[in-house]
């Protein structure tokens, strides 16, 4: 029997955010974040203007919605596996690398990183958000691992902070290579290669002398 039609409606406008949110995100891909209209959004989403002003108050809401809810919300999952962790600080960052890999190899929120990187000079508040919202969410965790591994005596001592941003180099490499280099690629590159590479040759820097590599 079909639903009642105000059952309908209710559901339609609880998901409405997400399909504007999905709109812009495709959009933003197209044209860039300064390039982007509302009215494109609201075009692309089949909504009015109007209603996404309901949701989102300016174009950088949405945006920013984009980047809670995708890479935000990952960060923050992956924050409260590390705080209830006790074991050990090696297969910790290897979950924790694959889990960030996976997200920039698979998603189509890996756009995002790039357009905050290409606007950076003309919205510098973007860049602002991004920083402390992702950036340093993401440090943080990485840093917090690398100190719990040279504490447990898993990892030689180095600087935690300069090694969590050697951590997450090669797979912002990943993200931008698939954005921007991969339509040019005479074949799809193996990104998953590249993160499990990157974990190898990483684990073997940190390794204590006659440590597990």
């Known amino acids: 029997m ?10 339609r ?3 409405r955010p997400q399909e504007i949110l999905e ?10 974040f300064a390039a982007t209209r509302m009215d494109d959004i609201a075009v692309r989403a089949g909504v009015t203007k109007g209603t996404i002003y309901l949701y989102f108050d ?6 920013k ?9 990952t960060l923050t999952q992956i924050a409260d596996r590390v705080a209830a962790y006790e074991g050990s600080a090696r297969a910790l960052l290897i979950t924790v690398l694959r889990a960030i890999g996976t997200l920039l190899r698979t998603s189509d929120r890996v756009v995002l990183p790039k357009i905050v990187l290409a606007e950076s000079g003309n919205f510098p508040e973007l860049v602002r958000f991004y920083r402390f919202e992702i950036i340093e969410k993401g440090l943080g965790v990485l840093t917090s691992i690398l100190a719990r591994g040279i504490a447990q005596g898993e990892f030689r001592a180095v600087p935690p902070q300069h090694a969590a ?6 797979l912002l490499l990943g993200a931008l290579w698939r954005t921007t280099f991969a339509p040019l690629d005479p ?24 440590g597990e590599a």
């Open 187 to 210: 074949e799809p590159y193996d990104i998953e290669a590249l993160i499990e590479t990157h974990i190898d040759v990483l684990l073997r820097g940190l390794a204590k002398e006659g």
């Open 65 to 73: 919605s984009l980047v809670r809810q995708t890479i935000g919300d």
């Open 23 to 32: 709109a812009a995100l495709a959009v933003f891909a197209e044209k860039g």
């Open 165 to 170: 941003r050697l951590c997450v180099a090669p």
């Open 58 to 63: 300016s174009k950088e809401e949405v945006f």
């Open 2 to 11: 079909d639903q009642p039609l105000t059952a309908r409606w209710k559901r």
């Open 13 to 15: 406008k609880e998901a």
